[in-house]
């Protein structure tokens, strides 16, 4: 947006103001008429989120221009332009789904394009799935890669945050798409199919897992006297004959360690988790130490007492999650095929 002349500028900006009197007493500040004009014409802002993102890599950051496009130039305090940031151009439905929703990416480039590091914005993800990148450096893999051998480079997903990986190689690889003037990823037809038969394939492992779930809850309810013998089989003889007890049944039987993982004394696994031991641990251990009818009475109070608070406890979060995800996968499978039939 230009201006012709100062009396254009005033005629613009009294549309603002409620009235040409509030408007007159703003006018007379040439400073005001200047600060709005430049807002005006630097347009959208660099979120908060990911500023504070790029002063990890470029500290000497004072402010971020807006060049259009999505891209922004980094400006130190001196105004001196020290690298850009490419942000996404393209909506939500354009991004891959990773773990448990869409990620948002950012790409930080010197002023050659070349990539200073790449930031992951707003997401959904679990902070572990997210920290194993971190550790692995998989976010440092473009570094010094121009952005046009971007558009094409294959990373290696990291394992155990494989979706996550690759939900943030394809926000990369499509911003380097935009920044170039190509085509999107999301755009391909292959690609498309490609992503509906890999959503599809998740889509029934999810829901394989939610079925799981619903029917380990429907047999706490129906088949309370085999669920409390089962129980008892796994504190006393282990999860191996507890396993055994449940196929010969037909019912649920996940194998647990024993005790549960606290922040209370006790023993650290393999994973430097502290582990305490459980009410059933503790009086299934006196119980197998000194077999008494005293004792049995006590672990099978303890066992019922376990069962009886499972049943009453409400759907886990991580049922709600997993129907979360369902809910988005579902969402985005359909977005994708009505996508394609165009």
């Known amino acids: 947006m230009f201006f012709k002349t100062k009396t254009h500028l005033q005629t613009m900006l009294s549309g603002v103001f409620c009235s040409r009197k509030a408007f007159s007493l703003y006018k007379k500040s040439s400073f005001f008429a200047m600060a709005f004009s430049a807002f005006l014409l630097n347009g959208a802002e660099l979120p908060t989120h990911l500023q504070k993102e790029v002063r990890t890599i470029y500290p000497e950051a004072s402010n971020f221009y807006d060049a259009g496009k999505g891209m922004f130039l980094i400006k130190n305090k001196n105004g001196t332009v020290c690298g850009k940031v490419y942000t996404e151009t393209y909506p939500d439905s354009k991004r891959k789904i990773g773990f448990a929703g869409t990620i948002e990416v950012a790409v930080v480039t010197d002023n050659n394009d070349n990539v200073s590091g790449v930031l992951i914005g707003k997401n959904n993800e679990t902070p572990r799935w997210l920290s194993r990148l971190h550790k692995a450096e ?3 893999r473009w570094n010094k890669l121009n952005l046009r051998d971007v558009a094409d480079k294959d990373v290696e997903a990291v394992t155990g945050a494989t979706m996550s990986s690759e939900a943030i190689e394809h926000g990369v690889r499509q911003i380097a798409q935009s920044a170039l003037d190509q085509p999107l990823l999301i755009d391909d037809p292959a690609y498309l199919k490609k992503e509906i038969a ?4 998740l889509r029934t492992q999810i829901k394989s897992s939610l ?3 619903e029917k380990a809850r429907k047999q706490l309810r129906e088949r309370k006297d085999e669920e409390l013998e089962l129980r008892f089989i796994a504190a006393v003889k282990g999860n191996k004959a507890a396993a055994e007890f449940a196929r010969a049944r037909g019912l649920l039987f996940s194998f647990r360690p024993a005790g549960n993982h ?3 004394s006790g023993k650290r696994n393999q994973q430097g988790r502290v582990q305490r031991q459980s009410p059933i641990d503790i009086a299934a251990k006196a119980y197998k130490a000194n077999p ?3 004792n049995l009475t006590k672990l099978k109070n303890v066992i019922l007492d376990d069962y009886e608070k499972r049943l009453k406890a409400p759907v886990s979060h991580r049922e709600i999650n997993i129907k979360k995800r369902l809910e988005k996968i579902d969402a985005r499978i359909a977005e ?4 394609g039939a165009r």
């Open 262 to 264: 606290s922040h209370g």
């Open 138 to 140: 998989f976010l440092k």
């Open 292 to 294: 008494s009818a005293e």
């Open 336 to 339: 994708l095929q009505k996508k």
């Open 211 to 213: 079925d799981r779930s």
């Open 198 to 201: 890999r959503l599809t394939k």
